[in-house]
């Protein structure tokens, strides 16, 4: 579901800091420094399955998170349904027919995804610091990364989009660091160490490595947390019979994927299904919710006059303000404050 953060909530929700991923960055950088084969295909293998089992569950309340906000034709959950299984169905094929394209067209929703975890109210501030991860490892990493993105796609020209990240990775960077001193001097002081530590972690260590400790425990915890406090669900019992099956249901599309692909080794399965997966998942995750939202604002609305504040048309700038809270008081505020 996408979704912007900021400083403080009325609900007083907390989400997860960076202390666990500076924690996990550091056992791997240690790891690594002493000699671990980080980057070999046992250590790619784990860290693909990681991204699985840490990733999928913080996209499974996207359909109660449109429901709970929004009502209509277009908001029962058998058009939801149907409408997330199309993208899924539609990025599945590109994969198939275009795969470097479909590895381009990721690593784009991918950046627009990561940018929601900086808040800054400037989109290209806030989707610096989530292209320079991406970007990074082409500063010491290249080769591999090259080698990543062949064996997800199966394309020796795959390498393009790794020298198309090379070419963007300073300006990245450079625009990154800037956002990082805005939030620090504003007092988001706890975005700013994340978004450092995670691009430390991305240029230093293998490229899976380092994003799977990003992914796993910064980006997924701090978005499973917003959306059950949007939802109001506390408890297992309270969301476990959603997240559980869908994460199942996720988990075993990613056993059909690596079942129907070709590569030799295990490893190299491993890791397309696991990114074809979340791939396949993202773009639902990221599309639907805006499309949701744009059918229906065609409609004659009540209430609140800017829908764009209940599900998301702005990539990077669509989080109610507490003025607005205020003056909807039925509406819960998508304001939130961080712990460090």
Same mark, same amino acid.
């Given at each position: 579901?996408?979704?912007?953060?900021? /400083?403080?909530?009325?609900?007083?929700?907390?989400?997860?800091?960076?202390?666990?991923?500076?924690?996990?960055?550091?056992?791997?950088? &240690?790891?690594?420094?002493?000699?671990?084969?980080?980057?070999?295909?046992?250590?790619?293998?784990?860290?693909?399955?990681?991204?699985?089992?840490?990733?999928?569950?913080?996209?499974?309340?996207?359909?109660?998170?449109?429901?709970?906000?929004?009502?209509?034709?277009?908001?029962?959950?058998?058009?939801?349904?149907?409408?997330?299984? /199309?993208?899924?169905?539609?990025?599945?094929?590109?994969?198939?027919?275009?795969?470097?394209?479909? &590895?381009?067209?990721?690593?784009?929703?991918?950046?627009?995804?990561?940018?929601?975890?900086?808040?800054?109210?400037?989109? !290209?501030?806030?989707?610096?610091?989530?292209?320079?991860?991406?970007?990074?490892?082409?500063?010491?990493?290249?080769? +591999?990364?090259?080698?990543?993105?062949?064996?997800?796609?199966?394309?020796?020209?795959?390498?393009?989009?790794?020298?198309?990240?090379?070419?963007?990775?300073?300006?990245?960077?450079?625009? /990154?660091?800037?956002?990082?001193?805005?939030?620090?001097?504003?007092? +988001?002081?706890?975005?700013?160490?994340?978004? !450092?530590?995670?691009?430390?972690?991305?240029?230093? !260590?293998?490229?899976?490595?380092?994003?799977?400790?990003?992914?796993?425990?910064?980006?997924?915890?701090?978005?499973?947390?917003?959306?059950?406090?949007?939802?109001?669900?506390?408890?297992?019992?309270?969301?476990?019979?959603?997240?559980?099956?869908?994460? &199942?249901?996720?988990?075993?599309?990613?056993?059909?994927?690596?079942?129907?692909?070709?590569?030799?080794?295990?490893?190299?399965?491993?890791?397309?299904?696991?990114?074809?997966?979340?791939?396949?998942?993202?773009?639902?995750?990221?599309?639907?919710?805006?499309?949701?939202?744009?059918?229906?604002?065609?409609?004659?609305?009540?209430?609140?006059?800017?829908?764009?504040?209940?599900?998301?048309?702005?990539?990077?700038?669509?989080?109610?303000?507490?003025?607005?809270?205020?003056?909807?008081?039925?509406?819960?505020?998508?304001?939130?404050?961080?712990?460090?």
């Amino acid at each position: 579901m996408t979704m912007t953060y900021s /400083a403080a909530s009325p609900a007083g929700t907390v989400l997860p800091g960076p202390r666990i991923m500076i924690l996990a960055l550091a056992l791997a950088l &240690l790891a690594y420094l002493v000699g671990v084969p980080l980057a070999s295909q046992g250590a790619t293998a784990v860290a693909c399955v990681a991204l699985l089992l840490f990733g999928l569950p913080h996209g499974t309340l996207d359909l109660e998170l449109i429901r709970a906000r929004l009502s209509g034709p277009w908001t029962g959950m058998a058009t939801l349904v149907a409408l997330y299984l /199309a993208f899924a169905a539609g990025m599945y094929a590109v994969w198939q027919v275009q795969p470097v394209l479909a &590895l381009a067209a990721f690593i784009a929703i991918a950046v627009a995804h990561f940018a929601e975890d900086w808040n800054d109210g400037q989109p !290209l501030l806030r989707a610096a610091p989530a292209l320079a991860l991406l970007a990074a490892p082409t500063l010491f990493h290249g080769a +591999e990364l090259d080698a990543i993105f062949i064996g997800l796609t199966n394309r020796t020209d795959a390498g393009i989009v790794g020298s198309g990240l090379a070419v963007l990775a300073p300006v990245a960077i450079g625009l /990154a660091a800037w956002t990082m001193g805005r939030l620090w001097l504003r007092g +988001e002081r706890d975005q700013a160490i994340g978004a !450092l530590a995670a691009l430390a972690g991305m240029t230093i !260590l293998p490229p899976i490595v380092g994003f799977a400790a990003y992914f796993c425990f910064f980006h997924s915890p701090r978005h499973f947390r917003h959306s059950l406090a949007d939802l109001d669900w506390r408890g297992v019992r309270k969301w476990g019979w959603v997240v559980l099956p869908l994460t &199942l249901a996720a988990g075993l599309l990613a056993a059909i994927l690596f079942g129907l692909q070709v590569r030799t080794e295990i490893s190299d399965r491993i890791m397309a299904a696991s990114f074809m997966t979340l791939s396949i998942l993202t773009v639902p995750h990221m599309l639907v919710p805006l499309l949701i939202n744009r059918l229906v604002r065609r409609r004659p609305h009540k209430g609140p006059s800017d829908v764009r504040e209940l599900v998301g048309v702005d990539l990077f700038n669509h989080g109610a303000g507490p003025a607005h809270a205020e003056s909807c008081p039925n509406l819960r505020s998508r304001t939130i404050r961080f712990r460090g």
